[in-house]
Every structure is written in C-alpha cells, then in structure tokens.
C-alpha cells in the first residue's frame, strides 16, 4: 500500500518555492493590517485625549481680538475682579484689566475684590487690606496707585506718587482690621485653609456665592467669565453686557499681555480659559 504523501511533499521544487512565497506574502500583509490597526487605535486615543484648542489664546498670538464671551447683559454691568496682591497672574490680569476699567468706569460699576484665603504670607494680607481701603475711601486715587502697585510692587512710593491721605489709610486699616478680625485670623493656624494659608474674610461671602477658587476670578453679572489676559479682551468681555452698548466699546485697546507678576514688559502668553492662576 502507498503511503499518502502530505501536500509539500507532492510539490516540485518550482512549485514550493511559489507556495512559499505566497505564504510569506499573505503573512507579511497579516502583519501589516495587525500593525495598521493597533496605530489607528492610538491615533484615536491620542486624538480624544488632546484638550480643545482655546478661541481666546489662538486669536490673541495672531493679535487679533478674540471673540468675546457669553454673558448676561444689563444696563450697567457690575464687573468683579478677584485677586490676591501678590499673586503673579493676579497682577498679570490687574494690567489688563486697568485700561478697560479705566475706558468703562463711568459706564459700569467695575472694581477689584479679594479671595477669601492669602497664599503669599502676611504681605499679601496687609496689602490686600491697603487697597481694599484706597478703593473704599479714596477711591479717585485708586486706579492711580494700582496701575504704579502692579508695575513696581512698593506700596510706599506708590501711596506718595498717588497722592494717598497716610493718616486717613492707616485708619481705615485699623478700623477694617478690628471689624473682620484679619490680625486675629492670620495669627491664629488653625483657622487657615487646609492648615496652609490665611483666610482673607472681606468678600468670603461673594467668594462663596460665585464659587470664587483663585486668582484671578473675573466675574461680569454674576457670571465667572474666562478671557485672554489683555486689555481689549476684558473691554469686550464688559461690552458684551450692555443692553445698550456705549459708545467707548468702539474704541480698540491693546491686544498684547503683560508678563506675570510686577512689572510693565509684554508677554507672549496672553493666557486664556486654561490660563495659570493662584489657587489651591
């Protein structure tokens, strides 16, 4: 009886050598679709895992005005900036935020507010507490003295070059003071946040009603509102509030930021909804 011979060995040298490189073809392409399909998977992953291009930043590094936000509109917009003092991007929104309040001042009520907590130490304290009292009692002054804190940091010089009243600021601090227990609060640990920082209580209670975690926080209407860091983002975003739009919206202010932190040089990040801030 013969014995069956396996497939191969019924082959010819010619024909082998072509069934082999048939196989090794249709396992070279095996490979090849195995390898093609798990890149189009990462590719997928990688895609779905990259965060959403930011309007604001993409317009202001083309220097172009981006578009401004969604808010709720009123007659006069009430328009909140909270900050710590010595926070840098705090400072680096304040230098933006400065142009557009001084443009809108007699038509919105805009000011400068405090976050409910110090991250910088008893500086930060006492100097969030100066200008709470400038803004409240010598309030044509204010923005003078802002605008010259922000870009040199020396609160004496700066009380001098705005023309403060020392006698009736030290007062004020002293009545503030006694009225929100700050001293007590900063001397007194156990009271800080998360054991770490000092509460800041002047506006613990709007801090608390807009949801305030940093800074800075921009709030327009009672609505936080995230922007580019420069003067004519902020003038826009105000403008978008008007029932009535005035007639200084029409005029174009700066659309280059500031650098963080002390100091009037330019910078290339304007910062926008994903921007850094000061926060725990």
């Not at 680096?92 to 809108?104: G, I, T």
């Not at 976050?115 to 923005?143: L, P, R, W």
Request: proline content about 6%; hydrophobic content about 35%.
């Amino acid at each position: 009886m013969d014995e069956k011979k396996s497939f191969f060995e019924l082959l010819d040298p010619k024909s082998a050598m072509v069934v082999g490189l048939v196989g090794g073809l249709l396992s070279l392409g095996t490979i090849g679709f195995v390898v093609l399909g798990v890149m189009m998977l990462k590719g997928s992953s990688i895609a779905s895992n990259t965060p959403a291009v930011n309007v604001q930043q993409i317009a202001t590094a083309k220097n172009e005005p981006a578009p401004p936000p969604v808010v709720p509109k009123s007659d006069k917009p009430k328009v909140e900036l909270f900050v710590m003092s010595y926070c840098p991007y705090g400072l680096q929104m304040e230098k933006a935020y400065l142009p557009a309040w001084d443009l809108l001042k007699k038509k919105a009520d805009i000011d400068l507010k405090f976050v409910s907590y110090a991250m910088h130490g008893e500086k930060e304290v006492v100097e969030n507490t100066v200008q709470y009292c400038i803004q409240s009692e010598q309030n044509d002054k204010f923005q003078n003295y802002l605008k010259c804190f922000t870009g040199s940091g020396n609160t004496e010089s700066c009380q001098t070059s705005a023309g403060i009243s020392k006698s009736k600021l030290n007062s004020c601090v002293a009545t503030t003071n006694k009225k929100y227990a700050i001293l007590d609060k900063l001397k007194d640990q156990s009271t800080w946040l998360s054991g770490q920082f000092p509460i800041y209580p002047i506006h613990e209670g709007l801090n608390d009603q807009y949801g305030v975690q940093g800074s800075p926080t921009l709030v327009i209407n009672g609505t936080e509102v995230q922007i580019a860091r420069t003067p004519e983002s902020v003038k826009n975003a105000i403008c978008a509030a008007f029932n009535d739009v005035p007639a200084e919206c029409g005029q174009t202010l700066s659309n280059s930021s500031f650098d963080p932190g002390f100091g009037t040089s330019v910078s290339l990040n304007a910062g926008g909804a994903v921007a850094p801030g000061c926060g725990t």
